[in-house]
T-cell receptor, first 110, second 117 residues
Framework: ELKVEQNPLFLSMQEGKNYTIYCNYS?????LYWYRQDPGKSLESLFV?????AVKQEGRLMASLDTKARLSTLHITAAVHDLSATYFC??????????FGTGTSLTVIP | NAGVMQNPRHLVRRRGQEARLRCSPM?????VYWYRQLPEEGLKFMVY????????ESGMPKERFSAEFPKEGPSILRIQQVVRGDSAAYFC???????????????FGQGTRLTVV
């Protein structure tokens, strides 16, 4: 069974600090997606990583992909309160569907 | 270009009733996906449809659940004889082509939160 695991599941961090969320997956996939979800809201696309070694940055968030290690990271730099949300990674291993991770609930404390 | 539109946003049904969830994809998108999210969990795939065709329904429960995407109108996820365990958020996503090609993304609607009482 394909598994997509994120850690940590819950993250509480102070404003201004840095942290990394990890996403491991159990099957071959040449692409990986990161989404953000605010409470009661839909999923907002953050990054689409298409190849091994891909790195993308948007504001205080930077995502990377290592397809050989089946690992993606989402790095948060100098966190601010507005980043509080749940972050999901997902893979789409050549099929018709996303397989989502368990989610990381991030709370940034002023 | 409006995003993926789902309605209703909230739906309350008594056990045994039917629930009909609607999803209008983004303009120009002919691929629709339905996902279910239980509280404190990630999204689980249910079904993938193109216009008038079910392509992959491997995530759909065998009974009571059905989906369609007619030539005209929105995609419908139908749950018959709902039970409390059906309470969840149901998300629809759409894409212009199959999502394993290029940098194709899927865009998600705001979801329908179904509560079965």
């Amino acid at each position: 069974e394909l598994k997509v695991e994120q850690n940590p599941l819950f993250l509480s961090m102070q404003e201004g600090k840095n942290y990394t969320i990890y996403c491991n997956y159990s099957t071959t996939s040449d692409r990986l997606y990161w989404y953000r979800q605010d409470p009661g809201k839909s999923l907002e696309s953050l990054f689409v990583l298409l190849s091994n070694g891909a790195v993308k940055q948007e504001g205080r968030l930077m995502a990377s992909l290592d397809t050989k290690a089946r690992l993606s990271t989402l790095h948060i730099t100098a966190a601010v309160h507005d980043l509080s949300a749940t972050y999901f990674c997902a893979v789409c291993p050549g099929g018709n569907q996303f397989y989502f991770g368990t989610g990381t609930s991030l709370t940034v404390i002023p | 270009n409006a995003g993926v539109m789902q309605n209703p946003r909230h739906l309350v049904r008594r056990r045994g009733q039917e629930a009909r969830l609607r999803c209008s994809p983004m303009k120009g998108h002919s691929h629709v996906y339905w996902y279910r999210q239980l509280p404190e969990e990630g999204l689980k795939f249910m079904v993938y449809l193109q216009k008038e065709n079910i392509i992959d329904e491997s995530g759909m429960p065998k009974e009571r659940f059905s989906a369609e995407f007619p030539k005209e109108g929105p995609s419908i996820l139908r749950i018959q004889q709902v039970v409390r365990g059906d309470s969840a958020a149901y998300f629809c996503a759409s894409s212009p082509r199959i999502i394993d090609r290029g940098n194709t993304e899927a865009f998600f609607g705001q979801g329908t939160r179904l509560t079965v009482v």
